[in-house]
């Protein structure tokens, strides 16, 4: 991944937002989620071998797959999150952007639920 392609993106879509905003500021919120979107995509291509890493060294520690998937859905929800509330607070609204981060909040709680009844089943078992 080239950091620098992608500082590149984001300063040049942020200028040319700029610019727009004057003239038609709802085309000004498109190019910045575009502009988001080209970014996420890349990075996301970019992780896919770690997540395949991850993946085997569990496998090979024995781990059960449930706790390296929910981080990692975990972590796509926080991200995804961030995307969509800086894109509401970019274009004024922060009430939507605060409902955003509130329901991925939550979304991470759901995920992370099998996690937390993983962990109480052993502390039970350790206990009796």
């Keep these: 991944m080239n950091i620098f392609a992608l500082a590149g993106i984001g300063i040049t879509a942020a200028v040319i937002a700029i610019i727009?905003?004057?003239y038609k500021p709802e085309i000004a919120m498109l190019?910045?989620?575009m502009a988001g979107i080209v970014i996420l995509t890349v990075a996301i291509s970019v992780v896919?071998?770690?997540l395949k890493t991850i993946s085997e060294l569990t496998g090979m520690a024995g781990l059960d797959s449930t706790y390296a998937n929910a981080l990692l859905k975990a972590l796509?929800?926080?991200y995804i999150t961030q995307l969509a509330s800086d894109n509401c607070r970019d274009v004024g609204e922060a009430a939507i952007a605060a409902k955003l981060e509130l329901a991925g909040k939550i979304a991470v709680?759901?995920?992370?639920?099998?996690?937390?009844?993983?962990i109480i089943n052993l502390v039970m078992k350790l206990l009796s």
């Design 20 to 22: 727009i905003k004057q």
């Design 31 to 33: 190019v910045s989620v």
């Design 76 to 78: 796509a929800i926080v």
């Design 48 to 50: 896919a071998p770690v």
């Design 109 to 118: 709680i759901l995920i992370s639920m099998p996690m937390f009844e993983g």
